[in-house]
């Protein structure tokens, strides 16, 4: 599967694996909607890194952790919350969280090239 990440801890040159655990609410991309992500998003023009990686595991959610009040529950805190923390059952999710495993950097222009030549061959 294919992401960009604005910020990534590792060596970003192309080819470079990381075998670390990597986190992130953004989804998987197809190469065409990356491309077309990196013109459009003025954070991405700045700085990405275009990753594929090996293993995407579900580890939490992004949102609003209530705790009881009356007569409804109360918000008082807004972050991730991984799924084996206790205030997950309060917690009204907005984003999910993955981590990214067996990552290896790609150049996203290479990916693009071979996308479109397979695209050529199909039509």
């Not at 998987?28 to 890194?49: D, E, F, G, N």
């Not at 992004?62 to 409804?72: D, L």
């Not at 150049?107 to 397979?118: P, S």
Request: charged share 20%; net charge negative; glycine share 8%.
């Amino acid at each position: 599967m294919l992401w960009l990440v604005g910020d990534y801890p590792g060596d970003a040159g192309a080819g470079r694996t990381a075998e670390d655990e990597f986190t992130t609410t953004h989804p998987p991309l197809c190469v065409p909607c990356a491309m077309a992500s990196v013109r459009a998003c003025p954070h991405l023009r700045k700085r990405y890194v275009a990753l594929r990686a090996g293993l995407v595991v579900t580890a939490g959610v992004q949102g609003i952790v209530h705790r009881p009040g009356e007569p409804f529950p109360e918000p008082y805190d807004a972050g991730g919350v991984t799924y084996d923390d206790s205030r997950i059952h309060w917690t009204v999710a907005a984003q999910l969280i993955v981590a990214l495993r067996h990552c290896t950097v790609v150049d996203l222009e290479t990916e693009y090239a071979r996308y479109a030549a397979r695209a050529d061959r199909v039509t």
